[in-house]
């Protein structure tokens, strides 16, 4: 998957302007980032139980920009029903029908992929891992919701603009930003996935947490989509030394 990167014309970190910082973005409707060509969005199908996590939430991606330099954004989404009626009163006339509630996002500038100490330019056209935790969360994904990840490379104003150029960013000169094409890969070499602390009791026949990987991948399109999710049976979930439960492009799910 990519998408072009542009500079002069950031992602948005939220749909509208307003005079002064809006905290509601931390909550807000994201439909209006799905629609844009610099946004590559993944959901699984509806789901037929709740999913609730708790703790520690991890990116781990494999890109390759044809720059030097590149942000991350990654979105954990909560995606209502198509028939998810709207509050009472409504004064911010809001439309809840397939509302897309940011749950947590985070960012990583690329050249700290390895260490904020010792920042490193990308090798244009090279596929690199970047890994970056997201912020803790403690949040219910009710039946009949979709879980969804967004992947952009910018956020503007919550995250200056990258020129997508290997430099002193406060330096940079406005010939310095340029476009770049950013890819993202699933393949089974480079299996981009985000890792969700899962804590419904279904997962939870040990005293372990366990974690959903949910991998960023067309045939599967983000873990489950392409499958009947009613009942995860113990035997099909892939159990790692870690305890780590894998639900990916190899699991059977029925």
């Known amino acids: 998957d990519e998408y072009v990167s542009d500079p002069a014309n950031p992602v948005p970190y939220v749909d509208g302007t307003y005079r002064r910082r809006r905290n509601e973005y931390m909550v807000d409707d994201q439909r209006f980032a799905s629609e844009r060509p610099d946004v590559l969005t993944y959901q699984t199908d509806t789901l037929a139980f709740p999913i609730t996590i708790s703790g520690k939430i991890f990116a781990d991606i494999f890109v390759s920009t044809t720059g030097t330099d590149a942000d991350f954004v990654v979105k954990l989404i909560d995606v209502l029903p198509g028939d998810e009626p709207d509050p009472v009163p409504n004064p911010q006339n809001l439309h809840m029908a397939g509302y897309q509630r940011l749950v947590r996002a985070e960012v990583i500038r690329g050249k700290f992929r390895n260490s904020f100490e010792k920042p490193a330019p990308f090798t244009p056209g090279r596929i690199e891992e970047v890994k970056f935790e997201l912020p803790d969360a403690a949040h219910t994904f009710k039946k009949g919701h979709r879980i969804m990840i967004q992947v952009q490379s910018s956020w503007f104003p919550l995250v200056d603009r990258n020129p997508q150029k290997y430099l002193n960013i406060p330096k940079a000169e406005s010939h310095d930003f340029q476009k770049s094409t950013i890819r993202i890969y699933h393949d089974p070499e480079h299996s981009s996935k985000i890792f969700l602390p899962i804590l ?28 009947s999710v009613n009942v995860i049976p113990q035997p099909v979930l892939s159990e790692l030394k870690n305890g780590i439960v894998s639900i990916g492009p190899q699991t059977e799910i029925v």
Do not use: D, E, P
């Open 200 to 227: 419904n009791q279904v997962f939870m026949n040990t005293k372990r947490f366990r974690t959903l990987i949910v991998s960023l991948s067309l045939a599967f399109n983000c873990a489950f989509a392409q499958q």
